[in-house]
């Protein structure tokens, strides 16, 4: 299948002509692609080692702004360097893009040349290593939900976001007509994807009207992120290509269920599927089952890496698909957890719990330590929830909100140990910062409720 290109394979084609620009781009912790546009033949003879960029990208919002209180970079501080290093094993062309390739790069200190230790490919790395200490290997898969608009994104935004049409007038959820419809987008989406190397298995329509959903194949954790981010950022490029507006807003509207990005996982031993026992009720191994007790236990600890915006939490309401609770089910869609491919070598578990705006490096990095807390201590896994979980009692509840989120994050010792006090307050600040900016905002819901009746 059409892959990643070698070295060699860029400088041929920049010789040749058929490349003239190389993207270099790192995610930040917003989990978007962030970087530079190269001519070719400068990224081939010299770029190709390292390049620079200022130290508050990885420290600022949505919108860019550069907000105090952060560590690693201030006013104060003087916004140094960061060291962009590539990684040649990522370089793919961009079909979308005429005569385009691009490359992934790990962010360094500009004084060390050791890697940032808040950089979200950083932190996926570090769990990644202390899983091979283990023994195993960390092999994933994410969902990617969302929704596509009659117009363009420059047309909504200059509309202030007002009267914004789905794609379609109904819940598309597998209708093959409907999904006709929207193939011009969503062809060159899976096609584009393939040619770059991305292993695609399937698009699908999904449970409201404009709603869809990209499915790539399982691979190991730090290639699933890169996919994921990578196709992210398609999305969006083929749809204004097209001249429709692609969002990954978890909740765009409040009658229409919210967009959510699944993680499936599993642990592998020497290529051998390390969560299957085939003697052993449901197909799940002792590794699984303390894997899962430690995904549980710790997932209001991260579930801010899972639902990092205000919006996040707009998504969690029952009845939506998305869950409320952190228990475990088998092939239920109400739980947080759901046990997927029962007595099967594919069995694995998927979190349901992440929203479609979730930094996939981050997420997979905090729940495979969470599964290293697990597989350490041999925790014990509580039996499976059935039923409808959302109106379980007993089970313990997702955070539901932004606010409540910060906290558990903040007070974490377990992700102070795994990942470093200073990460921990890094995100921190970045969640206390997003809701500082809500907090200060006037809705149109507040002016529309009480501007005359208040």
């Known amino acids: 299948m059409p892959g990643t290109l070698t070295f060699d394979d860029l400088k041929s084609r920049v010789a040749d002509g058929s490349i003239d620009t190389v993207l270099v781009c790192f995610v930040d912790i917003q989990g978007r692609l962030t970087g530079k546009r190269f001519h070719g033949v400068n990224f081939v003879e010299t770029s190709f080692e390292e390049t620079h960029c200022c130290n508050y990208l990885l420290a600022t919002d949505l919108e860019m702004a550069t907000p105090d209180g952060y560590a690693s970079t201030s006013w104060e501080m003087g916004y140094g ?27 360094l200190d500009h004084h060390t040349h050791q890697p ?22 960390a092999k994933m898969a994410t969902e990617l939900e969302f929704f596509l608009f009659e117009k363009s994104l420059d047309d909504i935004r200059k509309s202030d976001f007002r009267d914004m049409q789905p794609i379609s007038g109904y819940n598309e959820d597998y209708n093959i007509f409907q999904t006709t419809k929207e193939e011009d987008v969503m062809r060159p ?123 996040s939490y707009k998504r969690f309401s029952k009845g939506t698909f998305a869950p409320t609770k ?43 330590a969470a599964g290293i807390k697990g597989i350490e201590e041999k925790m014990e896994l509580a039996p ?8 379980d009692a007993k089970a313990a509840d997702i955070p539901q909100t932004l606010r409540a989120a910060t906290e558990t994050l903040r007070g974490s010792q377990f992700l102070r140990e795994a990942l470093g006090d200073d990460v921990v307050h890094h995100y921190t600040r970045a969640a206390e910062w ?21």
């Open 384 to 391: 499976a929830t059935t039923g409808d979980v959302y109106e």
């Open 189 to 311: 989406i899976r096609n584009h994807l393939f040619a770059a190397g991305l292993p695609i298995e399937n698009t699908k329509g999904e449970a409201e009207a404009g709603q869809a959903e990209l499915n790539i194949r399982y691979a190991p954790a730090l290639d699933c992120a890169d996919h994921h981010s990578i196709a992210k950022h398609a999305i969006k490029e083929i749809a204004w290509q097209n001249g429709r507006a692609a969002t990954f807003l978890p909740k765009w509207h409040k009658d229409r269920v919210g967009s959510s990005s699944h993680v499936h996982q599993s642990l592998w031993k020497n290529d051998d599927a390390a969560f299957f026992d085939k003697s052993a009720k449901h197909g799940m191994s002792e590794v699984m089952s303390h894997y899962m007790a430690g995904l549980i236990k710790y997932a209001p600890d991260y579930t801010y890496f899972l639902a990092p915006y205000v919006n």
């Open 434 to 454: 997003e809701q500082e900016e809500f907090d200060r905002a006037v809705t149109d819901w507040e002016i529309k409720r009480g501007f005359e009746r208040a």
């Open 116 to 137: 940032v230790p808040h950089s979200p490919r950083a932190i996926l790395k570090k769990q990644i290593a202390r899983l091979e200490a283990l023994g195993f290997e």
């Open 81 to 107: 360097d960061y060291v962009m290093k590539p990684d040649l094993s990522t370089i793919r062309p961009v079909p979308w893009l005429d005569g385009t390739a691009m490359v992934l790069c790990d962010v």
């Open 326 to 368: 952190t228990v475990w089910s088998v092939d239920n869609r109400t739980a947080g957890f759901r046990l997927c491919g029962e007595n099967t070598k594919g069995v694995r578990v998927e979190c349901r719990i992440g929203g479609a705006d979730l930094n996939p490096y981050l997420t997979q990095a905090v729940m495979i």
